[in-house]
C-alpha cells in the first residue's frame, strides 16, 4: 500500500506532534506512523493514520515498511551510542524500498558544535544521508525548551537552578514548533537534496534570566548556581540520574557555555508562519 508520507518514532513526543501537524492539512490515509513496540500502536490508529511496526534494528522490518512510502521523517533514535547504526540501517532499507526523500531530526550547527556527546552520531547519519543517493533534507533541531523546562519543579524544590551553561545563550523553541517545521518541509515542495535547515527559537535567555523567570512565576527565590561540567554531572548522578545521561546534560550545558546551543537564524519560524513559543510560556506550563 503506498503511503505518501511516514513518520518514525511516532510513538515519541516529537513524532506524535509531527503526526498531529500532518493531520492539519494531510488525509490521514496518506500518513504513516512507524513504531517498534505493537502496543504503541492504537493511540496512533484512533487518530486515523497507519501504523507500520519496525525498530531500527531490523533491516528486513524496515524495508517492509518503507514499501510504497514517498517521503519519509526520520526522527534519531533515542539510544545514544546505538544511533549512527540504527540510522544507517534506516537509510539502508529507505534505499531498497525506493523511498522518494528522506527528512532527518540532527542537532543545531552538527558540524561546528562545542557539544562533545551528541553531535557526532548525527554527524554520521548527515554523510550516511549523503553518501546514500537518496534525496535528502537535514533538520538540524535546536534544544527543547522542555529539556530546562522540566527541571523548573525540581529547582523550585531546591531552592535553586543548578548548571553549567554559564553566560551562554539558549535559543530553545518548543517541540511543536520543530513538529511543526517537519511537517511543514515534509509536505511542501521538496527542497533541494542535502539543504540543511538550522533550527532554533526566535528568543533566547541565559540560565540567569531562567531562574530569574522561575521566581518570577512562583514567588519563590530561585537563583542559578554555575557549577564546572564535572561537578555539574556529580550532582545529577547523586539526584539519581544513570551516568551516561548525567555526562550528557553536563556536556551539553558546557557547550551552551561556549554558544553551542544558540542560533540567531530564524528559518524554523519562517517554516512554521508564525513566530516560535516564547520560553517562558513553555516554563509556565512546565510549572503550572
Ligand atoms: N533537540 C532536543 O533538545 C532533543 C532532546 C531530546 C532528544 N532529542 C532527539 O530527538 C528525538 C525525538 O525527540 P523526542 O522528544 O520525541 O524523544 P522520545 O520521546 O524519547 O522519542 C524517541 C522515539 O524514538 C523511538 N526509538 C528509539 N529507539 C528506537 C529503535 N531502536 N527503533 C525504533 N524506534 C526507536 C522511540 O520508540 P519507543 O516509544 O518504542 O521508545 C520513540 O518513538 C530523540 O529520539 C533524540 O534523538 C532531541
Do not use: C
Amino acid at each position: 500500500m503506498s503511503l505518501k508520507y511516514l513518520v518514525t518514532g511516532a510513538s515519541g513526543q516529537l513524532g506524535a506532534l509531527v503526526i498531529d501537524a500532518l493531520l492539519k492539512t494531510e488525509a490521514p490515509e496518506s500518513i504513516g506512523a512507524l513504531v517498534r513496540r505493537p502496543e504503541a500502536a492504537a493511540p496512533l490508529e484512533a487518530k486515523g493514520v497507519t501504523v507500520r511496526l519496525a525498530s531500527y534494528d531490523a533491516p528486513e522490518a524496515l524495508k517492509a515498511a518503507f514499501d510504497g512510502v514517498e517521503r519519509l521523517l526520520l526522527i534519531s533514535s533515542s539510544e545514544v551510542g546505538s544511533r549512527a547504526t540504527q540510522h544507517q540501517k534506516v537509510i539502508d532499507a529507505a534505499r531498497a524500498a525506493g523511498v522518494g526523500f528522506v527528512a532527518y531530526t540532527s542537532i543545531l550547527e552538527a558540524k561546528a558544535s562545542p557539544l562533545t556527546i551528541l553531535p557526532g552520531e548525527h554527524v554520521e547519519t548527515e554523510d550516511a544521508l549523503a553518501a546514500s543517493g537518496l534525496a535528502y533534507a537535514v533538520l538540524r533541531n535546536g534544544w527543547y525548551t522542555e529539556n530546562y523546562a522540566m527541571g523548573a519543579p525540581t529547582a523550585v524544590q531546591l531552592g535553586a537552578l543548578y548548571g553549567a551553561a554559564g553566560e551562554g545563550r539558549i535559543a530553545s523553541a518548543a517541540r511543536v514548533d520543530f513538529a511543526e517545521a517537519a511537517a511543514a518541509v515534509l509536505t511542501g515542495e521538496l527542497p533541494a537534496s542535502g539543504t540543511v535547515f538550522e533550527l532554533a527559537g526566535d528568543d533566547s535567555y541565559t540560565l540567569d534570566d531562567f531562574a530569574a523567570q522561575i521566581s518570577a512565576i512562583t514567588g519563590k527565590e530561585v537563583p542559578y548556581v554555575n557549577l564546572s561540567q564535572s561537578d555539574y554531572a556529580g550532582a545529577l548522578k547523586q539526584a539519581g540520574l544513570p551516568d551516561g545521561l548525567a555526562e550528557m546534560l553536563a556536556d551539553s550545558d558546557n557547550g551552551a557555555s561556549q554558544g553551542g546551543l544558540f542560533s540567531d537564524d530564524k528559518t524554523l519560524s519562517k517554516l512554521i508562519g508564525r513566530p516560535t513559543t516564547p520560553w517562558r510560556d513553555t516554563l509556565k506550563a512546565a510549572l503550572a
